[in-house]
């Protein structure tokens, strides 16, 4: 069913955090290596031996990308929002 929310496992650093979402299986799963790839790659560089500390670190890193897209999305959007009006006032001269 849309709009149920489901339990799911998800394995972080060794450890197992139960999810209640509407997402899928796969996208937890998906999560739970992406966080987990993050955490592995903290660890190679000797960041911390303390695993909530690498876990936040990992934290940090993933929502420094989120904003890194959403920051490139939001140009991308006044980009063509821009284009557009130029477009629109294209045609509009065309038209006249």
Avoid: C, F, P, W
Wanted: cysteine-free; overall charge negative.
């Amino acid at each position: 069913m849309v709009g149920m929310a489901e339990r799911y496992d998800v394995h972080i650093a060794g450890y197992t955090l139960t999810v209640t979402t509407e997402r899928s299986a796969e996208h937890m799963e998906r999560l739970g290596r992406l966080l987990n790839e993050r955490v592995r790659e903290i660890q190679k560089t000797g960041g911390s031996a303390n695993y909530l500390h690498v876990v936040m670190l990992a934290a940090l890193k993933l929502g420094d990308e989120v904003l890194d897209l959403r920051n490139r999305l939001e140009q991308e959007r006044k980009q063509l929002e821009e284009k557009g009006k130029g477009l629109l006032e294209a045609i509009e001269g065309a038209l006249k």
